[in-house]
């Protein structure tokens, strides 16, 4: 039965090639774009200059590890262009198609379903993942390995079950945020399931044998987890919550998550997703085979259920994380949006007037999606720009300031944020989480500044309080003055006051 299913799959992807091949098309134009801009994100500045992959010491991810041996024929990295774009572009490519054989198995996949199943990874917060330039590929993993145990969805369950145990630990390997997206699709292959008519009974058990897998893997992770002494040191961000408090925890995670995508979310997004949320419901309760009141259930069930546990194991962490970082789980309810367009879309049929206005809904959210995945690599340009500009005035005034026994700098905050990243940001507040601040006085900014300069500037990461500053001492010397900044020194650090 494994065979066939496989052979079967082999022809469905002919029968649907165009289709397949625009989805690559649009994936590598998005990822591509990305890997032109050059712009170093966030850990890719230290990785450029030291080659560390440290992804299984730092952040206890053994198969990102062992991947980017693989894929840079070495333990030492360097930057490879545009090649782990074109791998993650590939990925994800693999996560849409498979997606769709999910949902779509007799008959074949429409123009709509096709650029809906993009979502999956071209969405504002998966975006944070993609502008990796060494991370990105290994993230698109995860996403893959939270999907790719569906295939065998329907085969025996023991077979079922082990592909889902590997599938979670790999995927927990790779980056732990996807979690989410392998409950999404247990349950949206459940609900799916029930409303074109299989038995209850069969689809229960198969939800429960995802259940079963999902908890072994997780279990196996945590006990891996005990054999890398860095993670202790993470505390409360890797701390899971105590059993008493689970409950509120588990509440308290929810409102957080959802309040965060809606204030990341601009109001285009928040009206589309609306509209595709209410010709879902009522697609799928009035067009499923069950009885009225039956699919109800079942579409609220799916609706209420996979917004919810969309944020993964995250739920039950101590902090709510994605506060801190959008990647930390928020990508996965645009994945769950994706998946509910197309179950739909497949349920649904194709003469009914619902159809054609459930067909606009989507393509309208889709292209607000898709705009802004597009529009995005401008802001890291334009940024990037801004940086290496200032970068380089700061850098031709530093030349003969700094010295061997004077190059910590102490300043109230670097560089300004491009004026057109600025004006972006009132329409997309995600942007603010998305493209790094020039303004930061964090490490990554200084082993970008100290690449573009060529100096060894240690640069003090907490805001310096100029009225604290003695000017009128003999100790300390203005040396500049102009439009951007104003440099005082003494005999051993230079203090910068950005204006």
Not at 90 to 114: D, E, H, P, W
Not at 258 to 267: A, G, I, R
Not at 420 to 441: A, G, M, Q, W, Y
């Amino acid at each position: 039965m494994l065979k066939e299913s496989l052979i079967q799959f082999k022809n469905w992807m002919f029968e649907n090639n165009k289709l397949i091949l625009l989805i690559i098309v649009i994936y590598f134009m998005i990822t591509v774009s990305l890997g032109v801009v050059q712009y170093p994100y966030i850990d890719d500045t230290a990785r450029q200059v030291y080659g560390d992959t440290n992804f299984w010491l730092h952040y206890s991810r053994l198969a990102s590890e062992i991947l980017s041996w693989g894929f840079q024929g070495s333990r030492h990295l360097t930057d490879q262009g545009l090649t782990n774009f074109l791998i993650s572009g590939l990925v994800l490519s693999l996560c849409s198609i498979l997606t769709l054989r999910y949902f779509v198995q007799n008959g074949k996949v429409t123009f709509v379903m096709a650029i809906a199943s993009t979502i999956i990874g071209l969405n504002p917060w998966f975006l944070e993942c993609l502008s990796f330039r060494f991370d990105s590929p290994f993230m698109c993993f995860s996403l893959l390995f939270a999907i790719i145990p569906y295939l065998f969805w329907k085969e025996k369950w023991y077979i079922f079950y082990a592909f889902s145990s590997v599938s979670v630990l790999l995927l927990c390997n790779s980056y732990q945020s996807s979690s989410g997206t392998f409950i999404v699709y247990a349950l949206a292959l459940f609900s799916f399931g029930i409303m074109t008519g299989s038995k209850f009974r069969d689809e229960i058990i198969r939800l429960i044998i995802a259940a079963f897998g999902f908890i072994t893997g997780m279990v196996v992770y945590l006990f891996e987890t005990k054999f890398n002494p860095e993670i202790a040191t993470r505390g409360s961000l890797v701390e899971i919550s105590k059993i008493n408090d689970l409950p509120r925890t588990v509440i308290n995670n929810s409102l957080h998550y959802f309040n965060v995508l809606y204030t990341d979310s601009s109001k285009i997004w928040i009206f589309t997703f609306f509209i595709v949320l209410f010709v879902s419901f009522i697609g799928l309760v009035f067009f499923s085979k069950q009885r009225l009141f039956f699919n109800i259930v079942t579409a609220v069930f799916y609706l209420v259920t996979g917004a919810v546990l969309s944020y993964g194991v995250l739920l039950i962490f101590k902090l709510p994380l994605i506060s801190m970082l959008g990647r930390y789980g928020g990508y996965n309810f645009p994945i769950y949006i994706s998946v509910t367009c197309i179950m739909c879309l497949s349920i649904l049929e194709r003469v009914k007037p619902i159809y054609i206005l459930t067909n606009f809904a989507v393509v309208l959210f889709v292209y607000f999606q898709l705009a802004f995945c597009f529009g995005y690599p401008s802001m890291l340009s334009v940024q990037k720009n801004a940086f290496e500009f200032q970068s380089g005035i700061l850098a031709g005034d530093l030349k003969n300031i700094v010295t061997n026994d004077r190059r910590t700098i102490n300043a109230n905050k670097l560089f300004k944020s491009s004026a057109v990243l600025t004006n972006s940001e009132r329409n997309f507040p995600i942007l603010k989480k998305l493209v790094p601040h020039n303004e930061n006085l964090y490490w990554p900014n200084q082993y970008w500044f100290n690449n573009i300069s060529g100096m060894n500037i240690q640069l003090n990461p907490a805001s310096f309080d100029f009225s604290t500053l003695d000017t009128q001492s003999g100790n300390i010397q203005k040396v500049v003055d102009n439009y951007y900044y104003t440099i005082y020194v003494d005999a051993n650090q230079i203090y910068l006051y950005m204006k």
